[in-house]
């Protein structure tokens, strides 16, 4: 490897290492460094401050990295009595387990998270580094609690409540984005959850749309997507499930009949008032029916049916999806093409209990496609 390439590698490594360490570690002068830094520069492989590389393949998520817990029913769940459950511990969160489906899927990709400084919050950052996720964005706070997520299933794998402490988001300010910028503008695609408060989703979406950086955002809940700004402009692609899209869309669609409850119908009318509000790509996802989509390839909108799966569980089903959207127009694809491999995606999620599927990368991915073309 020459010098030059030893310089990128190390900036790869860590965006802010400064001309001495860099110097000290190939064993060249500054002088030489700069040199090197200003070829780099000219060349386009790096940009910005703090020696941001450019790397059009990558993408950031930017959100929440929780402790899940999941408790399994072993038999009809009852409401104010004690239930027998299976209860397992994995490492959660929307923007680390899409981050880790990407890592799975064989893009380059970073985590821009915040965690407790405590046993969690470790072991959060070092599982998902062990995946291929670049958690050198995220930041540890002292005297903060790691976030966590149990979600209670029923028998059959169903969600039945879910219980979330996510105060340790509150601290992500938008001062705290500005000062992550370079890392965040140095990706192809921007991805993130609900998680953040509502002033800095704010500033992450006009600034994305200054800029032109493309933006993916999962509401996560009806409840998180009230956090997202009146208009959606910078917004490129958005994924609400059906409750999701309903709440984003309260007082918006008027008098006409809306059609029955999850039928195309209503989801053609919730997409089209979503995009109104200014996102470019609106994925509604409906479980078992598949996605509707609307967006420029398909402007009245299309729904896309579903890969008939024998369900073991479907938490991690809607991350699923979103990557493999993000996977397909990292690769160039068109955004219905990446639909379908997103409706991969979610299909191997689903069966299995885990969050994130061991069963999901690039050559399973096209084996299911090919199986779903009757190929």
């Known amino acids: 490897m020459d010098r030059e390439q030893q310089i990128l590698s190390l900036i790869r490594r860590n965006p802010f290492i400064s001309q001495k360490e860099l110097a000290e570690r190939i064993?060249?002068?500054?002088?030489?460094?700069?040199?090197?830094?200003?070829?780099?520069?000219?060349?386009?492989?790096?940009?910005?401050?703090?020696?941001?590389?450019?790397?059009?393949?990558?993408a950031i998520c930017i959100g929440g990295a929780n402790l899940d817990s999941k408790a399994t029913g072993k038999q009809a769940l009852r409401l104010a009595a004690s239930n027998p459950v299976t209860v397992t511990e994995a490492c959660g969160g929307v923007a680390r387990n899409i981050a880790e489906n990407l890592a799975h899927l064989g893009c380059r990709v970073s985590l821009l998270t915040m965690t407790g400084d405590d046993?969690?919050?470790?072991?959060?950052?070092?599982?998902?580094?062990?995946?291929?996720?670049?958690?050198?964005?995220?930041?540890?706070?002292?005297?903060?609690?790691?976030?966590?997520?149990?979600?209670?299933?029923?028998?059959?794998?169903e969600m039945f409540l879910a219980l979330a402490n996510m105060d340790i988001y509150e601290s992500f300010t938008p001062d705290y984005l500005n000062e992550k910028w370079p890392h965040i503008a140095s990706s192809k695609l921007v991805v993130a959850d609900t998680n953040l408060p509502a002033d800095s989703l704010a500033y992450l979406i006009e600034r994305c749309r200054s800029e032109g950086l493309p933006l993916f955002v999962d509401p996560i809940s009806p409840e998180k997507s009230k956090k997202l700004p009146e208009s959606l402009l910078g917004v490129t692609a958005i994924f609400p499930n059906l409750a999701e899209a309903r709440e984003l869309t309260a007082g918006r669609l008027g008098d006409e009949e809306p059609?029955?409850?999850?039928?195309?119908?209503?989801?053609?009318?919730?997409?089209?008032?979503?995009?109104?509000?200014?996102?470019?790509?609106?994925?509604?996802?409906?479980g078992k029916d598949g996605v509707f989509y609307s967006g420029s390839e398909a402007d009245d909108g299309t729904q896309l049916a579903a890969v008939p799966t024998q369900v073991v569980e479907v938490t991690g089903a809607g991350d699923a999806f979103l990557a493999g959207v993000a996977?397909?127009?990292?690769?160039?694809?068109?955004?219905?093409?990446?639909?379908?491999?997103?409706?991969?995606?979610?299909?191997?999620?689903?069966?299995?209990?885990?969050?994130?599927?061991?069963?999901?990368?690039?050559?399973?991915?096209?084996?299911?496609?090919?199986?779903?073309?009757?190929?």
Request: hydrophobic residues 35%; proline residues 1%; glycine residues 10%.
């Open 119 to 157: 046993k969690a919050g470790h072991w959060l950052l070092e599982e998902t580094a062990r995946h291929g996720v670049d958690t050198s964005p995220s930041v540890m706070l002292r005297g903060e609690r790691t976030g966590s997520y149990t979600a209670v299933l029923d028998q059959d794998g």
């Open 259 to 286: 059609g029955d409850p999850g039928s195309s119908r209503e989801a053609r009318r919730l997409a089209a008032a979503i995009r109104k509000r200014g996102a470019e790509h609106v994925f509604i996802t409906m």
């Open 27 to 58: 064993n060249i002068s500054r002088s030489a460094v700069a040199g090197y830094i200003a070829s780099l520069t000219r060349k386009g492989s790096i940009k910005g401050r703090a020696y941001i590389t450019s790397d059009e393949g990558s």
């Open 327 to 375: 996977y397909g127009i990292l690769r160039e694809h068109s955004y219905l093409e990446a639909c379908v491999l997103g409706l991969a995606s979610s299909h191997l999620a689903l069966q299995t209990s885990d969050s994130v599927s061991d069963r999901l990368n690039a050559e399973e991915l096209n084996q299911t496609i090919q199986r779903m073309r009757g190929q």
